[in-house]
């Protein structure tokens, strides 16, 4: 994708260097038709300009993309070969399609044309550096998108692998427990746990899941504490059955499900409910889609803020979406903390799973 976006960007520039040379040329038919006497030959003024212009432009653009010189003396040695070999082709072209008088005027259009021809040449050796320049930039750009979307990554590792092992043991611990006292909830504890294991490990490897899967993993996490919580925890997700397949990266709503569990639902006596709703706001052609993770616990905690969890799924939704992410706070009537995360998608990609 990237190398096709070069490619028509140069195909554009090189499209416009020749019609630059092309109107400039026509400046210096017209210029010779009034410097030199014969003035019935404006025609061949006009093709004799064009051959000898577009011979010095086609040998700049080969040549300099060839050698790519980088010190000046070696641009300006490359240039007067330019300028000198295009005259010498254009005017040997010319006089093989015409047969003409011009040719008594050789050394006034010899000089004219270097004179223009080192002007002119000048120019796009300019905006050739210019665009060089740009393009570089754009590969700076690039490059540096792509390292923080691998630190992105690996910032996603380290989550992974402090959120999984935690869970995991204490999950294991509570049904080492339950075998002995409530065999039959442990076994259900057991395989729950089994299950998250299955869809985790196979879906957070992924750079992008569907968000069925995502859900699919959420809803076993929620599962697993809902029996180890018992009636201090109940669970809801919304969402829409069109919106199931839609891509989306993963480990992005666990975090906030695990924070409102944590620091919300946890510390509170009677505990209470975590809410999961996905819906789409902004109709357009790339339409808005908002996950909505709200609890009924003790409200915003100071360590919500500094969790690595929580700065992970801000510089990830930075990283994928730029300023089309955000992620909102804000507190859940009667009781609790709300957050919202909103992702651009396109329609067209809801069945591209």
């Not at 294991?197 to 490897?205: G, M, V, Y």
């Not at 069109?242 to 992005?252: E, V």
């Not at 052609?285 to 409200?299: F, P, S, Y």
């Amino acid at each position: 994708m990237i190398i096709n976006k070069y490619k028509e960007f140069s195909l554009r520039h090189l499209l416009k260097d020749y019609a630059i040379v092309i109107i400039f040329n026509t400046f210096i038919a017209f210029f010779l038709w009034i410097l030199l006497p014969d003035k019935n030959s404006f025609l061949q003024f006009f093709i004799l300009s064009q051959c000898i212009g577009l011979s010095i432009c086609t040998l700049c653009n080969t040549l300099f993309q060839l050698f790519k010189p980088a010190a000046t003396l070696n641009q300006i040695f490359l240039l007067v070969i330019c300028i000198i070999l295009g005259i010498t082709i254009g005017m040997f072209l010319f006089l093989f399609l015409f047969e003409t008088k011009l040719i008594k005027y050789f050394y006034s259009i010899l000089t004219v044309g270097f004179i223009f021809g080192t002007i002119i040449s000048y120019f796009f050796i300019t905006q050739e550096k210019y665009s060089q320049l740009k393009i570089e930039k754009q590969e700076e750009e690039l490059k540096s998108i792509s390292l923080e979307k691998e630190n992105i990554q690996a910032n996603l590792k380290l989550l992974q692998a402090q959120i999984e092992p935690h869970f995991l043991f204490n999950t294991l611990s509570n049904v080492l427990s339950l075998l002995e006292t409530d065999a039959k909830t442990g076994k259900k504890m057991l395989e729950n746990l089994t299950q998250y294991l299955r869809t985790s490990l196979k879906h957070t490897r992924n750079e992008e899941n569907s968000l069925k899967q995502e859900i699919e993993t959420i809803q076993s996490y929620l599962d697993i504490n809902k029996i180890r919580m018992e009636n201090r925890l109940n669970f809801k997700i919304e969402i829409q059955e069109n919106l199931y397949n839609i891509p989306f990266p993963p480990m992005l709503i666990q975090p906030l499900v695990e924070n409102a569990i944590k620091h919300g639902i946890e510390p509170k006596v009677e505990g209470g409910t975590v809410s999961i709703k996905v819906s789409v706001i902004i109709p357009g052609k790339e339409d808005v889609l908002k996950i909505e993770i709200a609890d009924t616990g003790v409200g915003i905690d100071s360590e919500l803020s500094s969790g690595i969890g929580l700065e992970n799924v801000k510089n990830r939704l930075k990283t994928l979406y730029q300023d089309k992410g955000f992620i909102l706070f804000e507190t859940n009537k009667p009781s609790g903390l709300k957050v919202t995360i909103g992702v651009p998608y396109e329609k067209g990609n809801s069945n591209n799973c």
